[in-house]
């Protein structure tokens, strides 16, 4: 693997970019154990497939096997993530999520859920939200609405929620206004992991949330001074990917090639737009960490409003496929489903090339895997981690600079590893 | 009885007879006591007995008046101090003290007095010393002496209360009866205990007190062979390694049962069952089930009660348990098909796909191979519905589990079809609601094989949700036949191998 200098010129729409590094990084890295901090372990959730339980993992300081920590759900929907808090809320089942298993990264080990009950035949959430309401922290939100019904549609008119944090929490009817306090940490990689990943659109000044029909509600974020809304009946060109403490982040709408971001510090209260070295999807947050992934179409020309799966397996195939299909998520009956069906089906190709910035400083790095299934799963001051189809790295700042990969963890487990944490280091250490 | 003796009288000493037991001697066993229903000889000693030497033998005589079972016979010897007789003391006899007196021309002694009493009784022989448990032997032999002509009673240790010993004819020496051990009696060495009963009607009276009543010989006892295990079908005994069938219904009236090791020995008490089988199915998969029950051990199992309606196959070994030993019998069960038209009766009509999903899984709706075997299908399914096996081999083997099962699956898959298709169509009216987003039209209709999948059907079209449901059977929620794929409608006839399930469904007569 390879991590390639950012050659690009400073925008004259961004603030500098402090500085770009470029690091050679030998193409197969060095199995050594991970070298993390002696008081913490890495911690990581495998979780992506709507019928594959998701599972939290331990990888000890010093040790190179995971250890199964526990399942936290039979199925997964979606993670909702929030590094700054440092909690992980995983909702399952798929399609008809109501229970949301609590993942404390300062407690991994302890187990909490709750649940929201809903008639799935009458109602299913439009939207899943991550709130921060005011006395209560965090609580997850579902905009329930039936859009099924031709008939006698019911747009999602209020926000059933609860409190993740409350030591008894119940479930409350928020009005939609409450979306004001969304916290949102961007999309996570892996092909088309997850059944849906909760980015919404928005427009306006201060940023609205679209959530159905005519109605938007206001965030506390004020839109970039330098990217007005589109004139016209369609004025919506943004998704809100990052609410965070420290920053938050939108991005422009998928649709188009993504190419920059717009980042805005909590502390300066100054939006800035960062230009990529290649264009990106999947950007996500880890703190002031911003990363991406870079992704193209699969096709040169538009696939149209129906795409069969069968034409999109004769497209270009993102490289790394002899490994993914070697990658068992599960099997029914003859169907073995595989890591590689989720590049299939996609329709976007990945080269095998991250970016790591920080939204604060604008030191911004990249990483050449060449290895279509590679994400970023965590980004601290000290260290980036990144998985490559079914192993973890560790490239650790140093001076400025990323240096080489550390192998922190390699196998089964991982591959469908999306989130990881630096967590309590186990007792037995 | 007197025997008169010829000769002068002539006035003499009176003959005494010695009054301690010394007196009257019975030389069978040199002492004062004399066994009923015996003759020997005996000795009476004293003075005078030939009138001091004036009288000869021929002129006394010895005698018992009192009983008339008793025979004092001719002397064979005398002396002035001594007698020699013999005599013979009858079955009838009174048992206690008699007098014998001797009597000269002149004079009778005083009483010569003895004892008449019973022996104690000895065993010699039996006839046979090795006797089955539950087993009646008649005609047994006990030969020994004075057992009297009362029939002696008899025990039988250390064995269970219902082993006798009972005597059809009774003799002093001899005694023939059947001898019968318990079914439950023990391993090992018994011991029969005789008690004489004596004579007479005053049962058992020792001659002397040394004399016991009882005497005893010893047999040995085996236990009876174990029982056999006894299956039937339907009342036809099921062999040894044989082959038999479920048949269409489906039932397996299997019946089992204990045959005694020893005929006309009961089994007394329960039996456990147990009925293991195993399906050395295709690939590696080994099935089994295993069934169990406890009867009374004259009783029968009815396997197909506990079976239940539910049926499992391959090699089975029925075990019957009783007292620590265990019974085999190893046959094979294999399965029949049922008639195409009762297990399409049993499928239904709804929803419209599911006879020729049903035929299309197992063409005929066979059950089983033309060799009796589930109908396999790679990598893990079988029957009918081809059920993955998930730990109910009773869907192997009963092709109404099977089916129902089946129908089961596809009830779920129908309700999670009809929530996904929902969802999918609710992520749709969200794009082409939210400002911005350029305009989706629903997915024009899709055709796959005679089927046409419509999201308005009319004329004979399926709802897309059904395309999902059928395609569900085949490959779960992982290639969903339609679904919203964020800006576009994403259609997937195929699973990632390139099998065409709902077109092969379509194609399929019912």
Redesign the interface.
């Known amino acids: 693997m390879m991590l390639e200098k950012n050659g690009r010129k400073r925008n004259s729409m961004t603030r500098s970019t402090a500085f770009a590094l470029a690091i050679l990084l030998p193409v197969t890295a060095a199995l050594l154990p991970a070298q993390t901090d002696s008081a913490t372990d890495l911690y990581f959730l495998s979780a992506g497939v709507a019928n594959v339980p998701a599972r939290l993992y331990r990888v000890a300081a010093g040790a190179m096997a995971p250890e199964l920590v526990r399942q936290v759900a039979p199925g997964v929907e979606t993670v909702l993530a929030d590094f700054d808090r440092r909690m992980l809320v995983v909702a399952s089942p798929a399609i008809t999520p109501h229970t949301f298993s609590v993942v404390d990264m300062s407690a991994p080990g302890s187990e909490r859920s709750v649940s929201i009950g809903y008639n799935a035949a009458q109602t299913l959430p439009v939207e899943m939200y991550l709130l921060d309401m005011p006395g209560q922290g965090l609580s997850v939100a579902l905009a329930l609405g039936n859009l099924w019904d031709e008939k006698n549609p019911r747009p999602p008119r209020a926000l059933t929620a609860i409190g993740i944090e409350l030591p008894r929490a119940e479930v409350v009817i928020l009005p939609l206004a409450a979306l004001t306090n969304i916290r949102v940490s961007g999309y996570v990689g892996g092909g088309e992991a997850l059944s849906s990943q909760q980015v919404p659109v928005v427009q306006g000044d201060p940023l609205h949330v679209y959530v159905f029909g005519p109605n938007l509600y206001a965030t506390r974020i004020p839109r970039p001074p330098y990217s007005p809304d589109k004139a016209g009946p369609n004025p919506i060109s943004h998704r809100l990917v990052v609410v965070q403490d420290t920053i938050d982040v939108i991005v422009a709408d998928e649709r188009q090639p993504i190419n920059a971001i717009d980042v805005l510090d909590n502390t300066s209260h100054v939006w800035h737009r960062v230009a990529l070295p290649f264009t990106v999807s999947r950007a996500r947050a880890f703190g002031p960490w911003i990363t991406g992934i870079s992704a193209g179409p699969r096709s040169a020309k538009p696939l149209g409003h129906s795409v069969n799966v069968e034409e999109l397996r004769a497209l270009r195939q993102s490289p790394g496929k002899a490994k993914r299909v070697t990658e068992e998520l599960s099997h029914y009956r003859a169907t073995v489903f595989t890591v590689d069906d989720l590049f299939d089906v996609s329709q976007e190709y990945y080269p095998g090339d991250l970016v790591v910035l920080n939204g604060r400083t604008g030191a911004l790095f990249t990483i050449h895997t060449g290895e279509g299934d590679s994400e970023v799963v965590l980004a601290t001051d000290t260290s980036v981690y990144y998985r490559v189809n079914d192993a973890l790295y560790r490239a650790d700042l140093f001076s400025g600079k990323l240096g080489g990969p550390v192998t922190i963890t390699q196998g089964p487990e991982v591959v469908q590893a999306h989130w990881a944490f630096l967590g309590p280091a186990s007792q037995t250490r | 009885m007197r025997l008169a003796i010829a000769g002068a009288l002539v006035r003499k000493a009176r003959p005494t007879i010695n009054t301690d037991p010394s007196g009257v001697v019975n030389l069978f066993n040199n002492s004062n006591n004399f066994a009923v229903d015996s003759a020997n000889n005996m000795t009476i000693y004293g003075e005078s007995f030939l009138c001091q030497n004036t009288c000869n033998q021929a002129e006394i005589q010895v005698y018992e008046n009192d009983d008339p079972n008793v025979t004092i016979h001719a002397i064979t010897y005398a002396a002035d101090g001594q007698i020699n007789v013999g005599y013979s003391i009858g079955s009838g006899a009174t048992a206690g003290q008699h007098c014998v007196y001797v009597e000269t021309p002149y004079c009778v002694s005083n009483c010569g007095s003895y004892m008449v009493g019973d022996f104690s009784p000895t065993i010699s022989s039996i006839s046979q010393t090795s006797f089955v448990a539950g087993t009646s032997t008649p005609n047994v032999q006990i030969s020994g002496t004075n057992f009297g002509t009362n029939c002696p009673k008899f025990a039988i240790t250390p064995t269970a209360a219902g082993s006798t010993f009972v005597p059809a004819s009774c003799a002093d020496t001899q005694i023939t009866g059947t001898m019968n051990i318990d079914p439950n009696a023990a391993a090992g060495q018994d011991t029969v205990t005789l008690t004489a009963e004596g004579f007479n009607s005053q049962g058992f009276l020792p001659a002397q007190s040394s004399e016991t009543q009882s005497a005893t010989t010893t047999i040995s006892v085996t236990p009876p062979p174990p029982p056999t295990v006894s299956v039937s079908l339907n009342g036809a005994t099921v062999s040894a390694n044989s082959t038999i069938y479920i048949n269409s219904t489906p039932a397996l009236p299997l019946v089992a049962s204990l045959v005694p090791g020893q005929p006309g020995v009961p089994l007394s008490g329960n039996a456990t069952w147990e009925m293991d089988i195993d399906y050395a199915g295709p690939g590696a998969y080994q099935y089994s089930c295993t069934l169990t029950a406890t009867t009374a051990a004259n009783g029968s199992w009815s396997i197909g009660g506990t079976f239940g309606g539910q049926f499992c196959g391959g090699s089975a070994v029925v075990k019957g348990t009783y007292q620590g030993h265990t019974a085999t019998l190893a046959f094979t069960i294999l399965g029949q098909n049922a008639p195409a038209a009762t297990v399409k009766s049993t499928l239904g009509a709804s929803p419209w796909f599911i006879q020729q999903l049903a035929n299309s899984e197992s063409p005929g709706y066979l059950q089983f191979q033309s060799n009796g075997q589930p109908v396999y ?5 079988f029957g009918i519905m ?1 059920l ?1 096996y998930h730990n109910n081999v009773y869907e192997l083997w009963t092709w109404t589990t099977n089916v129902g099962d089946g129908l089961s699956l596809n009830t779920s898959n129908g309700t ?1 079809a ?6 999918q ?3 749709w ?2 794009y082409n ?6 305009q ?2 629903m ?2 209709n899709v055709s796959d094989g005679p089927c046409v999948f419509s999201y308005t059907p009319s004329g004979g079209q399926h709802p897309f949700s059904d395309g999902i449901w059928i395609k569900m059977y ?6 969903p036949f339609i679904q919203w ?15 065409d399930y709902i077109g092969r469904v379509c194609s399929t007569t019912p």
Not at chain 2, 418 to 423: D, N, R, V
């Open positions: 299908g790679a990598p893990n399914g081809q993955d999670a009809a929530t996904f298709w929902a969802s169509l609710t992520a009216q969200k609601a939210t400002p911005g987003n350029e989706v039209p997915q024009a085949n490959s779960g929620s992982s290639y794929a964020g800006s576009s409608w994403s259609v997937s006839l195929t699973n990632n191998y390139g099998f």
